[in-house]
């Protein structure tokens, strides 16, 4: 993925950024996709339900209410996610196995990590709007993360209707001038 989260934000003006201290994990440390949505709380049945369907390229956004008491995703789901397609996960709420997830070909962005595995009631909710850092991650929708962070663009817009090639021209044009 060529395209930067922030020279999105800054072309447009419409794109939601996530307004939380998301860190990263994976290889990939930028993805892309349409968004699939979970809530649940400390639970990963929902999630494991759905990352042994394809993912085709989506990127699954769990809402965990933000709880680092229970991680929802860990090493084995990330192989899984991976192997069927999924570009990648933002989690509201905490992981384990870092290590191993960083040598995996995903993306994963999270509030942080603790050891102890969620529970699996199956308790929560599949493709429904999910809030939180400010933003409404809403099934179907474009979501874009690197680095910098996570942002929702647009409904019906991918990175690539977006022309960045003007920002990123007035950036170099600045920072030139700045010299």
């Known amino acids: 993925m060529s395209l930067k989260t922030s020279d999105l934000c800054d072309a447009c003006e419409q794109a939601e950024p996530c307004a939380l201290p998301l860190r990263g994990w994976g290889r990939r440390r930028a993805f892309a996709g349409a968004i699939r949505?979970?809530?649940c709380h400390e639970?990963?049945?929902?999630?494991?339900?759905?990352?042994?369907?394809?993912?085709?390229?989506q990127v699954l956004v769990i809402d965990g209410g933000g709880s680092m008491a229970r991680a929802i995703f860990g090493d084995v789901m990330a192989a899984v996610a991976s192997r069927n397609g999924w570009a990648g996960l933002v989690i509201h709420g905490a992981i384990r196995d870092g290590v191993e997830i960083d040598a995996m070909d995903i993306g994963v962005k999270a509030l942080g990590t603790v050891?102890?595995?969620?529970?699996?009631?199956?308790?929560?909710?599949?493709?429904?709007p999910v809030t939180f850092g400010g933003v409404t991650f809403v099934p179907g929708?474009?979501?874009?993360?690197?680095e910098d962070g996570v942002i929702l663009l647009p409904e019906g817009?991918?990175?690539?209707?977006?022309?960045?090639?003007?920002?990123v021209a007035a950036t170099a044009a600045y920072a030139a001038s700045a010299r």
């Open 37 to 39: 949505t979970i809530r």
């Open 43 to 57: 639970d990963i049945a929902l999630m494991r339900d759905l990352v042994n369907q394809p993912g085709q390229g």
């Open 115 to 128: 050891p102890k595995r969620g529970e699996r009631t199956g308790r929560g909710e599949v493709d429904v």
């Open 141 to 146: 929708r474009r979501l874009v993360a690197d």
């Open 157 to 167: 817009l991918t990175e690539s209707d977006i022309r960045t090639d003007d920002v």
